[in-house]
């Protein structure tokens, strides 16, 4: 089996895209740069200018995505492999057992899932109830000097009945 570390998959990830966006940012600053060197020589208006630095940095803006295109398909096939060799590991491991053993490991897994399941659902309902909790309580009650709305109301139907 071959010597391959997946924790550091993520890391290389980083530096891939870190390294997009370096080159983009340099990419603009150099552009910016030369088209200023030849405004003050002369050669280029200013309005030239500009829409030669755009240019500049709308093709290197896309060179910079087609690199982070490239590590997003990188991340996906190397997820895919990580997946075959968890599946490989565990279809030996099952091959090994009896039977007995494999439904036995069956139920284990499924009591965990429903742990995990149920773990999932308290934190969700937890931070539904923190939200809840954060957001400003909104009440019927009138501002001070105000007079109620039931109040406001019956004065008004009562005005009307007269």
């Given amino acids: 089996m071959a010597d391959f570390n997946f924790n550091n998959l993520g890391d ?5 895209f ?11 600053e150099k552009s910016q740069q030369i088209v200023d060197e030849l405004v ?3 050669e280029l208006t200013v309005e030239q200018g500009k829409v030669l630095n755009s240019e500049l940095t709308r093709k290197a803006q896309g060179a910079a995505k087609g690199a982070f295109a490239g590590a997003t398909d990188a991340a996906s096939k190397a997820r ?11 279809k030996a491991r ?11 490991y069956v139920a284990r897994v499924a009591k ?15 931070a539904k109830s923190a939200d809840e909790d954060a957001a400003p309580a909104e009440t019927d009650a009138p501002a001070e000097g105000e007079p109620s709305t039931d109040t406001a109301e019956a004065d008004g139907a009562e005005a009307k009945a007269e």
């Fill in 12 to 16: 290389g990830l980083r530096t891939i």
């Fill in 40 to 42: 003050k020589k002369g």
């Fill in 80 to 90: 895919d492999a990580v997946d075959d060799v968890k599946d490989a590991a565990l």
């Fill in 18 to 28: 870190l390294a997009g966006v370096g080159a983009v940012a340099a990419s603009a």
């Fill in 112 to 126: 965990i899932a429903e742990t995990v399941n149920a773990e999932k659902a308290a934190d969700a309902a937890a």
């Fill in 94 to 104: 099952l091959s090994v057992m009896s039977e007995e053993e494999r439904a036995e």
